[in-house]
């Protein structure tokens, strides 16, 4: 058992070396076969373990041994890990089978190094969640930046995807300053990096070291997961090719957050004000996101919003502490999403590449396979039964009702209007892109082609554990519990509902939910109401919407600006500190020779009087040192 | 003591001497004997042997030194002048290792370059004479000597390109501004042993304590030897040099320099400051904070603007001697075991990424532009992926060296209270990511239409070197254990003479 | 130092720096009664010596190349 929960890890990371390496040239039957092959591999490496029922820390060899600070290399491997290694490998899986289709048009070297860096993003991101300790999550929380940073700039030479991976990779890096800041604290305080170790170590009563160290994790969780206030890169990672995008929303990047919280619940439940952030910041940025996807235009970027959206429904439900409750809207979420993204990725497809839903309509009539799974991924985000997504957002829902006190009626409030909202923007994205008409703007005239098959079946394959996914987990309509039993060793117990009132609150979001997906109709196809009537008399709610909030803008002024100029860079179209090489390195450096670089005039004079004017401030200091 | 040595001195005290400054000897024979092969040989041997010798030089002081260290033979030698202790030692090794990479790499740089082979090698290994006598010093002479051979011997390799004006201006820059550094460590030493009546290092550690500190002669003295030391590690603001000197030197130089020349420099801060001037520690400690938080603000900045790789990397190195400063500000045994540590790892990531520079000059001159690195990766995977092994290194990325490196160095940092420095330097690394990142791009970018400016010569010289330096920048990461328990080996001599 | 601008003068100033620290070595020798400063001086002096012909060789090779009267000739590598 202990190689095989190696083993684990070392497919994908052979898979990535092979490719990266050996292949770069090779075969492109070779680039399929091994690409998708390694992370099933590693898929049937989780089904064996779980099989078997291993639970246990297996501890390869000792990393660093210097007085205290100790450091093994163990995979833990426990029930949590397992069900996000099974959300990884099988959906991950899933989706870089299709890209198999979905690539097909790239040269031979995109098509190896496009496989090299899903299997290495794959890699970082199974070392992320076995990880049995801090230094090794970091690791891994490292990597998955790393490498989602190679993929959405995978199209290197638009300078578009450029930009929007290096802005990823800033926030990623301001995440992980907290993780490492956040697990630095931790080994300070209690001397352990362990987690079997490190959590008994851990008091049961909130004191200021605890919150310190739950904040910055969170800084951390918030930053991949794409939370308030760090979540400008999500929208803008749609610059990636599509199952890129699937990939880092559905399955694995921006859940990373919540298995954090999940995973270090015992802290976060010894804390108070931390923990209550993470249910504020969820609930925050579930309405956030919804409202802005009302008014989106480009199919993709409204997935990523639904998706930080959903995303914070899963934050709140791990930072009311219902962590199972989270986890399942995780697995949900990983069945819905991705299975949106791939069925809009075969329309993108079909549409050389044009995302703009204005220029869609009549796919239901021309790409029915395609459609009727998009329809069952939305009306599982929308929250309608049987779904699995009526079954997890019910979950949360009502464990935050149930909750009975301040906190979690306040959430409850703010996802109960959010699910009405999400049951309106799918709606919008549902009749708008695919039910009307044919748009007279469609870029491919006549008929289209339906996506191959490679690329359906796993579209159909999600399709179908959306439909029937829910049956794991029939909390709402009174029956068993399979995600919570299989979750509890870990996690501990769920509540227990109490009264009859969340059922009635259920089937208010229910309603008023499928209300909303129905009212969409109403608005663009019978046309009752007019969304440019309603736009004329909100314009500037419309604005503020699709202009996010202005928080582009916020962190432009506040931050990329007054960097620019630090570093000399004045060009405001070049809003980077650095450019990673989209355009001529030579032009852009001798624009970029900026106030700093002055001073190296090259002149030695000017460098012996920067010298003894360094000999002055030392000299002033040393006598002020001394005086005092 | 001087008058003593008239009645002491026995034959088995020179040989005993003589043992102690064993790796010193053994390079100092295979210089003297390379000067005359040089002479005797044909022009067409020249090169060759001398390089063979260099080597063999090198690896048997390596042999010496790892010896005298398992065995822990370490003792102060030569009326405590100079030392053959575990600290010693330990640069002693590393110096050799250096300088055994430096002269693979140089000789077939010369070669493509059509330059001269044989005295290259010489300078070479008389800088490295100078750098181990840095590091075994027992006395400001000894210091001072050690200095000077180091120094002069790399003004002449930077102008070794005699007819290329950058090569020339290099050198007289470095000249000149070293030579003006030179003089302010000279007079403070001059200064130090004004007050002290000595310049024997354990006695200077005895006479100087806490209550001298309003001593203006020991204050003076130490302001200008900080000053100097600053020069010599190239920390801001007295890193001006850093620049301008690393670009016009021929490649191997550089990567030579870069390295070897902080690492002997750091040694000479460690013996003198933090061993025979450790009561001066507040006086000291002041001026180095200032220098390490100007260095990281500094050397990250200017490093994002540059174009030229070697430019790039010689800010990278003011940055970096600003993060090994937090570690001689730490001082104590956690200070300078992590400030070995990392010098231990440096050498190896920053003369690794410089090797792999240097495999990409030809006749026509160095390609040390980002856009020369372009798709490299895929012309020569085992460079292509090194080099991203060392980017990830030096931005401090786990598992790599770099990392544990940087988590010793501020650990240590933070236990001496440093704490708004250890801060400084976190922030600064992220800013540095940006900039070794960039060049993982060019690595990893696919190959240019263009053709390439640079070809590849004969250049499995350089590889086998970058390949050592991979192995070993990625294997001292799961190692790092082991190294730090040889760092901390090392800096006992340092604190045991209290 | 700083206001020379012939890279010749300059060296002769930092010859003269040296020797200044000749001077101080000596006369705390002298002061204090102890010959290591006298030791010290004398390798100073040859030190200096190494170091002024490196200096002009360097000086004479840019010489060679071109006409050189200024220091701040020598900028090609800035930025």
């Known amino acids: 058992m202990q190689a095989l929960a190696l083993a684990i890890l070392l497919f994908p990371a052979a898979g990535g070396i092979f490719l990266g390496v050996f292949n770069w040239r090779g075969s492109r039957l070779l680039t399929a076969m091994v690409g998708p092959g390694v992370i099933w591999a590693a898929f049937v490496c989780v089904l064996i373990l779980l099989g078997n029922n291993v639970d246990q820390d297996f501890t390869y060899w000792t990393w660093i041994r210097a007085g205290s600070f100790e450091v093994p290399f163990d995979i833990l491997i426990d029930h949590l890990s397992l069900f996000m290694c099974l959300v990884i490998t099988g959906v991950g899986g899933l989706i870089v089978t299709y890209a198999v289709g979905y690539m097909e048009h790239e040269t031979d070297g995109s098509y190896a190094r496009f496989f090299c860096y899903m299997d290495v993003f794959v890699l970082a991101m199974l070392i992320l969640v076995l990880a049995g300790n801090t230094v090794f999550l970091i690791v891994g929380w490292a990597g998955v930046g790393l490498s989602s940073y190679l993929l959405i700039g995978f199209y290197y030479w638009r300078r578009s995807a450029v930009i929007a991976a290096r802005k990823a990779f800033v926030m990623n890096v301001i995440g992980d300053i907290g993780m490492i800041l956040g697990a630095f604290v931790l080994f300070v305080s209690y001397h352990q990096v362990v987690y079997l170790k490190l959590f008994p170590a851990l008091p049961h009563t909130p004191d200021a070291t605890t919150e310190l160290a739950a904040f910055l994790l969170l800084v951390g969780g918030i930053a991949k997961s794409a939370q308030l206030p760090l979540h400008t890169w999500l929208p803008d990672a749609m610059e990636g090719p599509t199952p890129v995008s699937a990939l880092i929303h559905a399955a694995t990047m921006v859940t990373a957050g919540v298995y954090l919280v999940a995973r270090f619940h015992p802290l976060y439940d010894a804390t108070i004000y931390a923990h209550a952030a993470v249910a504020i910041i969820g609930a925050v940025t579930a309405l956030f996101a919804a409202s802005i996807a009302l008014v989106q235009t480009d199919i993709k970027r409204v997935l990523a919003y639904s998706t930080m959206s959903q995303i914070g429904y899963m934050f709140l439900a791990v930072g009311i502490g219902a962590y199972s409750a989270g986890l399942f809207h995780l697995l949900s979420h990983a069945f819905f999403k991705a299975l949106l993204f791939m069925a809009a990725g075969n329309v993108i497809h079909a549409l050389h590449d044009d995302q703009d839903m204005r220029h869609y309509g009549g796919l239901w009539h021309d790409m029915r396979r395609s459609s009727v799974t998009f329809l069952a991924g939305s009306l599982s985000l929308a929250g309608i039964i049987p779904f699995v997504g009526f079954f997890s957002k019910e979950n949360v829902l009502g464990e935050a009702f149930s909750r009975g006190d301040g906190l979690g009626y306040a959430v409850w409030f703010i996802g109960f209007v959010t699910a009405v909202l999400t049951g309106f923007y799918t709606g919008r994205m549902w009749w708008f892109a695919f039910w009307r008409p044919a748009s007279e703007e469609r870029p491919v005239a006549g008929h289209l082609h339906e996506a191959p098959l490679v690329m359906l079946v796993p579209v159909a394959v999600l399709a179908v554990l959306t439909t029937v996914g829910g049956f794991l987990q029939i909390k709402a309509i009174g029956g068993w519990a399979l995600v919570d039993d299989f979750l509890k060793p870990v996690l501990g117990e769920e509540r227990i509902r109490t009264n009859g009132l969340e059922y009635l609150a259920t089937v208010l979001t229910l309603v008023l939910a499928a209300l909303a997906f129905a009212a969409a109709y109403n608005f663009w196809i019978r046309g009752t109401w007019s969304p440019a009537g309603w736009r004329a008399r909100y314009g500037w709610g419309a604005r503020v919407l699709e202009r996010k909030y202005y928080f582009d803008e916020l962190y432009d002024w506040a931050f990329v600006r007054p960097l620019d100029r630090l570093a000399g860079f004045t060009d405001r179209e070049d809003r980077s500190l650095i450019d990673t090489g989209a355009v001529d390195v030579g032009a852009y450096t001798e624009r970029g020779a900026g106030a700093l670089s002055l001073t190296q005039t090259g002149f030695l004079r000017s460098y012996v009087l920067v010298f003894v004017a360094g000999v002055v401030i030392a000299a002033v200091l040393v006598l002020w040192r001394a005086s005092s | ?498 | 130092m700083l206001i020379r601008r012939n890279p010749l003068v300059m060296l002769i100033c930092i010859e003269l720096m040296l020797n200044a620290v000749n001077l101080t070595l000596v006369a705390f020798s002298r002061q204090l009664n102890n010959r290591e400063g006298q030791l010290f001086a004398l390798m100073t002096m040859t030190v200096a010596a190494a170091e002024a012909v490196v200096g002009l060789a360097i000086l004479v090779d840019i010489f060679r190349v071109r006409d050189l009267e200024d220091v701040d000739d020598l900028s090609e590598l800035k930025g």
Not at chain 2, 49 to 65: D, F, N, R, Y
Not at chain 2, 178 to 187: I, Q, R
Not at chain 2, 480 to 487: H, M, P, R
Request: overall charge neutral.
């Open chain 2, 1 to 498: 003591m001087i008058a003593a040595a008239q009645v002491t001195y026995t034959a088995a005290q020179a040989w005993s001497d003589l043992a102690q400054i064993g790796p010193i000897v053994a390079v100092t024979v295979a210089l003297l004997v390379a000067v005359v092969v040089d002479l005797l040989l044909p022009r067409g041997l020249r090169g060759p042997v001398v390089t063979v010798i260099a080597i063999v030089g090198l690896v048997s002081a390596l042999a010496i030194a790892a010896y005298r260290l398992v065995n822990g033979y370490g003792g102060p030698a030569y009326f405590r002048f100079v030392s053959g202790d575990a600290f010693a030692l330990f640069f002693e090794m590393l110096f050799a290792l250096i300088g055994v990479l430096a002269v693979i790499v140089s000789s077939s740089y010369v070669r493509r370059r059509g330059l001269y082979e044989a005295e290259l090698q010489v300078l070479t290994l008389a800088a490295i004479v100078g750098m181990m006598s840095l590091a075994a010093a027992g006395s400001l002479v000894t210091v001072f000597l050690g200095l000077e051979l180091l120094s002069i011997a790399l003004y002449v390799s930077c102008g070794y390109n005699r007819i290329e004006l950058p090569s020339q201006e290099s050198a007289a820059k470095y000249l000149i501004i070293g030579g003006f550094a030179s003089a302010f460590v000279l007079y403070g030493m001059a200064l130090i042993y004004g007050a002290t009546g000595t310049t024997v290092l354990s006695d200077i550690a005895t006479r100087v304590t806490s209550d001298s500190a309003g001593n203006p002669l020991l204050l003076l003295g130490v302001l200008l030897m900080g000053v100097g030391f600053a020069f010599k590690v190239s920390a801001a603001p007295f890193h001006m040099w850093t620049p301008d000197v690393y670009q016009g030197a021929p490649l191997p130089v550089t990567a030579f320099m870069s390295v070897a020349t902080k690492a002997a420099a750091f040694a000479m801060i460690l013996r003198v400051f933090n061993y025979g001037l450790g009561h001066l520690g507040p006086e000291w400690q002041v001026l180095l904070a200032f220098t390490a938080a100007a260095s990281m603000v500094v050397g990250n900045l200017m490093a994002i603007v540059q174009a030229s790789l070697k430019r790039m990397l010689a800010y990278s190195g003011v940055a970096h001697a600003g993060y090994i400063l937090v570690g001689v500000l730490a001082g104590g045994r956690a200070g300078v075991a992590a400030v070995l540590f990392y010098l231990f790892g440096y050498v190896f990531m920053n003369f690794g990424a410089f090797a792999v520079v240097s495999t990409l000059s030809g006749p026509a001159g160095d390609g040390d532009l980002y856009e020369d690195l372009n798709g490299l990766a895929y012309r020569n995977p085992t460079l292509g992926v090194l080099m991203s092994v060392f980017m990830l290194s030096l931005a401090g990325f786990p598992p790599m060296v770099g990392f544990f490196g940087k988590v010793f160095l501020f650990t240590a940092g933070i236990s001496a209270g440093w704490t708004w420095l250890v801060v400084l330097a976190v922030l600064t690394s992220v800013v540095s990511v940006y900039y070794y990142f960039r060049v993982l791009f060019h690595v990893w970018s696919p190959l240019p239409e263009a053709p390439v400016r640079f070809a590849f010569g004969p250049v499995r010289g350089p590889v086998t070197v970058v390949l050592l330096a991979g192995v070993f920048a990625v294997a001292l990461g799961p190692l790092s254990g082991f190294l730090l328990q040889v760092g901390l080996n090392g800096a006992a001599p340092l604190l045991s003479g209290r």
